[in-house]
C-alpha cells in the first residue's frame, strides 16, 4: 500500500515538472507581464511601453494624418476622451486595472476643475493624461488664433490645478474636440511642443448606439487595420458596458496593448525607423510617389566650366569641323543686301473738269416718260374726249377727279384721252423742246382714233 502511494506521488512531481517546463518555453512576455496582475493571472496586461517625442512627430493618427505611432502588427493603443466624470470614469479605471492595462486619457478643463480628484487617479493608476480643451468646442476649425489659444491655454491650466501645478505629470498631447483640425490650432499646439493626438479607428461610443454596436465596432475596424489606436469615451455607459468585451476578445485573437508617454530629459525617446510611423509602410519594390527634398547647399568652389568647343555645337562629323579649323578657313561673311530706297512721291495730278456736253442728253433720242401731267395735257386729253360724244366726258371728267385727289399716282397713269388698247394704236412721244415745257403727247391719226372709239365699251 505505501508503495504504491509513493509511485503516484512520484508520477505526479514528473507530470508538475514537466508542465512547468512546457509553460516556461512558450512562455510570452505578455503572459509574463499578465502573470504580474494581481488577482487576474490571465489578464490582457500591457505588452510595452513607447516613449514619444512630440517635436519630431507633432501629428499622429491616420483618421486625420499620414503618421500613426510606430506601433507592430497586432499593437493597440487605447484612448479615452471627455472625462473625468466619476459616474463612469471611476468604473472604467476598474475596468483597465483589473486587467493591468494602461491606457491614455484626454481630460476636459472644465471636467478637471470640478472633479480633480478623478485626475489623480489617473496619475495614481499609472495612466497616461493628456488635455482635450477647456469647453470642448466643437468650432476649433474656426477659432481665430486668441480663442484657440484660449481654449489650449486653460484646458491645461484647469488640469494642471488638479495636479497641484506639477507639470511632469501632465503629458504635452493634445486631441482636438471632435477631430475638428484647422491650421490655425495645429500650428499653434506645434510652436508649443505639444503633440495633436487623431486616431485610427473609432468605436463610435458617443453615438445613441447599443453596447453591443460599440464592440463590434471596435473590434471590426480594429481588425481591418491590425494595429493602431482605438478611440473612446469614458463617460459613457455604453462604453462601460462594452469594454470588458472588448478587452477579452483583443487577447483571444492576439493583440497587444502598448502605453505611450511623452519623452523627457530623463526619458529619451525610443529608436524609431521612419517607416515604423506609417500604417502600411512602403517597401523597397513600390516607388516613391513623392519626390524627395532636396536640402540647401553652399558651393564650395567657383570655378567656372570650360568654353565648348566648335565641334560639340554641329551634329555633323566633327573631325571635317576640326580639319576646317585648322586649315584656317575664313569665317563666313555675311552679304550686305540691297536696302531698298524710298522713291519720291510725285504730285497728286488733279483730273480734268468735265466739259458741260457731256451730261447732255441727245435731243434727237425718242424717250417714253411718264411725269406728271401738266395743263397743256389736261386740254388735249379733253379735246381727245369731245371728239368721241356722250362716252369720253363722263369718264374723262372721273379720271380728272381721280387724278386731282391722287395726285401722286396720276403721275404715272396713261393719260384720259389715250385711255384703251394701247397696242392697236401706239403713241408717239415727242421729244422735248428746249423750254421747261412738259412732255407732250402727239394725237393719233383719225384712223386709229375711230377703231379705238367702236372698241370701248360704254360706261
Known amino acids: 500500500m505505501i508503495a504504491n502511494v509513493l509511485v503516484m506521488i512520484r508520477k505526479r512531481s514528473r507530470t508538475v515538472i514537466g508542465a512547468a517546463l512546457l509553460g516556461c518555453c512558450f512562455m510570452t512576455p505578455q503572459a509574463a507581464l499578465a502573470a504580474d496582475c494581481p488577482g487576474n493571472p490571465n489578464a490582457l496586461g500591457t505588452s510595452r511601453t513607447i516613449v514619444v517625442d512630440p517635436r519630431e512627430h507633432p501629428r499622429i ?26 459616474k463612469y470614469s471611476n468604473q472604467v479605471l476598474a475596468i483597465l486595472a483589473s486587467q493591468c492595462v494602461k491606457a491614455t486619457f484626454f481630460t476636459i478643463g472644465s471636467q478637471a476643475r470640478f472633479n480633480p480628484e478623478g485626475v489623480r487617479k489617473l496619475i495614481a ?15 476649433m476649425n474656426k477659432m481665430p488664433l486668441e480663442k484657440v489659444r484660449q481654449e489650449v491655454d486653460d484646458g491645461i491650466a484647469s488640469t494642471l490645478a488638479a495636479l497641484n501645478g506639477d507639470k511632469s505629470k501632465l503629458a504635452p498631447f493634445f486631441r482636438i474636440p471632435g477631430l475638428m483640425r484647422a491650421e490655425i490650432p495645429e500650428a499653434y499646439l506645434a510652436s508649443q511642443g505639444i503633440q495633436v493626438w487623431s486616431a485610427d479607428f473609432p468605436a463610435d461610443d458617443w453615438r445613441h448606439i447599443s453596447p453591443q454596436r460599440v464592440y463590434d465596432l471596435a473590434i471590426q475596424r480594429i481588425e481591418a487595420k491590425h494595429k493602431g489606436i482605438l478611440l473612446l469615451h469614458d463617460i459613457q455607459p455604453r462604453t462601460v458596458a462594452a469594454l470588458p468585451r472588448i478587452l477579452n476578445t483583443l487577447k483571444e485573437r492576439g493583440y497587444r496593448i502598448v502605453h505611450v508617454v511623452p519623452a523627457t530629459a530623463d526619458r529619451p525617446a525610443t529608436p524609431t525607423e521612419p517607416q515604423q510611423w506609417f500604417m502600411r509602410p512602403p517597401t523597397e519594390t513600390v516607388a516613391i510617389t ?38 584656317r578657313v575664313g569665317a563666313s561673311v555675311r552679304t550686305a543686301w540691297p536696302q531698298p530706297q524710298l522713291t519720291q512721291l510725285a504730285s497728286i495730278a488733279t483730273l480734268p473738269v468735265p466739259a458741260a456736253d457731256v451730261f447732255r442728253v441727245p435731243e434727237a433720242l425718242d424717250l417714253t416718260l411718264l411725269a406728271a401731267r401738266s395743263a397743256a395735257d389736261r386740254r388735249l386729253a379733253q379735246r381727245a374726249a369731245a371728239a368721241v360724244p356722250g362716252v369720253g366726258a363722263p369718264r374723262a371728267q372721273a ?8 395726285p401722286k399716282q396720276a403721275a404715272h397713269q396713261i393719260p384720259a384721252a389715250a385711255h ?28 386709229a382714233e375711230a377703231s379705238a372709239a367702236g372698241k370701248r365699251v360704254p360706261d
Request: glycine residues 6%.
Open 125 to 139: 493608476a499609472g495612466h497616461t493624461v493628456g488635455t482635450h480643451s477647456q469647453n470642448h468646442p466643437l468650432t
Open 290 to 327: 513623392r519626390w524627395p527634398k532636396i536640402p540647401n547647399f553652399v558651393f564650395t568652389a567657383t570655378r567656372t566650366l570650360p568654353a565648348p568647343v566648335f565641334a560639340d555645337l554641329d551634329w555633323r562629323d566633327a573631325d571635317v569641323l576640326d580639319h576646317a579649323q585648322r586649315a
Open 420 to 447: 384703251g388698247r394701247l397696242h392697236g394704236a401706239p403713241l408717239h412721244v415727242v421729244p422735248p423742246a428746249a423750254s421747261n415745257a412738259s412732255v407732250h403727247v402727239a394725237k393719233r391719226t383719225p384712223r
Open 399 to 406: 379720271i380728272s377727279a381721280r387724278q386731282a385727289r391722287h
Open 61 to 86: 493618427g491616420t483618421m486625420q494624418y499620414p503618421e500613426t505611432l510606430p506601433l507592430a502588427d497586432h499593437e493597440v493603443v487605447l484612448t479615452f476622451d471627455d472625462g473625468p466624470l466619476p
